[in-house]
Structures are given as C-alpha cells and as structure tokens.
C-alpha cells in the first residue's frame, strides 16, 4: 500500500530559498503549502496539483491568524519559517537607524517564534518545525564580525528556538535551526559560494533525516551541527 505523501508548509516562498525549497519537496512527492507576501509569478510558475499558495506577512499577527484559519483542516509533517531580512546588513549598528535595526530583529527573530507558536497545534505526530537561521546567528564563530544586525536578529532567532523547544519539551517537539550556506539569491549575492539548487537539495536532506527527532538542532545543509 503507498504511504501518504508528506506535507509541508514553507513560509516566504515567494523567491530565492524558499522558492528553491517549495520546488525540491514538491519533487520529491510532498505536498506543499508555500507562502508569499504580494504575487509571486516565480511561485505561480510551480504548476502542481500538490501545491497551494497561500499570502502572509509573518510581522502581521492577525494575518499570521487568519491564515492559521484558512488552513484549518491541515497538519503538516514540516513548517518551515523561511523568511527573513537583511536591511543594511553591511553598516555597523550605530549607522542604522532605529527603526529598520528594530524591524530586522522582528522579522528575523521575533515573527518565526510567534509563527512556530500559532502553527504548533498544526504538527502531525513525527513532525518538525524548522527556522531558517544562518552560520552569523553562532555567538562561538563570530571571528570576523560584520553584518551586526543582521547576526544579532539570527543569534536571538537561534536562542528563541531554544526555549521554544524546552518550553514545549513535554510534546517531544522537533525544531531544527538551519543554516543554508552562502546562497546566491537576493540576498545572498552574486558572489555567494552555492546556488540555490544545491543549498535546498542538503537541506530537504538534512529536514528528511531529522524529521521528528525531538530537542532543538542548529545544523548547516550538509548536516553538520554548529556551535552555538
Ligand atoms: N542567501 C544566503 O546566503 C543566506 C544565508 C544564511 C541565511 N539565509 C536566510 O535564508 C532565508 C531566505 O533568504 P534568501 O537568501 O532566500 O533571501 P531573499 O531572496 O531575499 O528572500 C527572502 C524571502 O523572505 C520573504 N520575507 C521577508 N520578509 C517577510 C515577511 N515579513 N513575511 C513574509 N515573508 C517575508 C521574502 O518575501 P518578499 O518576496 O515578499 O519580499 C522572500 O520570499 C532568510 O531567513 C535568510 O536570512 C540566507
């Protein structure tokens, strides 16, 4: 008898990585909920019948909630909290104003959290819930500075993970803080080491291996695990 097919939920799918992602689990037979903020076309280009676009803006409680009613009859063997900012990530923190270091750390740590909390009644037994964070979020391998902001808002991301998971320890809750490499998108440049093909392929690897494993891992896409 054929299993069920997996489902997973990938928030900020719109482009870059979790474009990437949505596509690879849709290839290998999951089904895919995949989020955008406004209309992507790269994301309408995903023709498959497994696929459903859905529209949030995570920093928006009341849509946050709302699409947690629009899918109400859902579970999901994944959710994954892609999304995420990188606004004048090359000034050192005194140069940014207020305001936009303010909203980095919202978006990049503070509105995975609320997300994650909203969705958990929405894991399937074995399930996990997975942050995009990256290698800057590590407070150990911080040799060379740079990026202050932005590795601020991922090390809080990462230190939220945590007692998110040890506040929901007594569910044996999966989380899985992942690190995607440096990735040529939009954010990452065109400079950056990996595409987007091979970045999402050892994620999907990394995500299909854990699935489920309780405690809180911060792992790269290869599966390495980092220090904190
Ligand atoms: N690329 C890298 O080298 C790298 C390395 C380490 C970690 N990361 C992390 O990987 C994730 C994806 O990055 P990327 O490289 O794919 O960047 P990207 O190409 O700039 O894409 C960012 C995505 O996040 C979405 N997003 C931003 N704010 C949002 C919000 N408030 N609500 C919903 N969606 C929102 C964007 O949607 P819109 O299209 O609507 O703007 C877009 O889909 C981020 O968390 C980033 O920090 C990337």
Redesign the pocket.
Not at 81 to 86: D, F, K, L, R, S
């Given at each position: 008898m054929a299993t069920a097919a997996k489902n997973a939920l990938i928030?900020?799918?719109?482009?870059?990585?979790?474009?990437?992602l949505a596509d690879t689990f849709l290839k290998r037979g999951w089904r895919v909920t995949a989020?955008?903020?406004?209309p992507?076309p790269e994301l309408a280009a995903l023709v498959s019948e497994a696929l459903t676009v859905e529209t949030?803006?995570?920093?928006?409680d009341a849509a946050v909630a709302a699409l947690h009613g629009r899918l109400e009859s859902q579970t999901y063997d994944l959710v994954f909290?892609?999304?995420?900012?990188?606004t004048r990530a090359h000034d050192p923190l005194h140069a940014v104003p207020r305001a936009v270091a303010a909203q980095v750390y919202l978006?990049?740590a503070i509105?995975p959290i609320r997300f994650a909390e909203a969705f958990r009644d929405r894991l399937a037994p074995g399930g996990s819930l997975a942050l995009?964070?990256?290698?800057?979020g590590s407070v150990a391998l911080n040799d060379e500075g740079g990026w202050e902001n932005?590795r601020a808002s991922?090390a809080a991301l990462n230190t939220l993970a945590r007692s998110f998971e040890i506040r929901h320890r007594d569910a044996n809750v999966s989380v899985l803080l992942v690190?995607?490499?440096?990735?040529?998108?939009?954010?990452?440049?065109p400079e950056?080491d990996?595409d987007?093909a091979t970045?999402v392929a050892g994620m999907a690897d990394v995500i299909e291996a854990r699935l489920g494993r309780p405690g809180c891992a911060y792992v790269d896409y290869r599966g390495t695990t980092l220090d904190w």
């Open positions: 928030v900020g799918a719109s482009r870059g990585l979790g474009l990437g989020t955008q903020r406004t992507s949030v803006d995570i920093d928006d909290v892609v999304a995420g900012v990188a978006t990049n509105s995009m964070t990256s290698i800057l932005y991922k690190h995607p490499g440096w990735v040529r998108t939009e954010m990452g440049g950056a990996l987007v970045s």
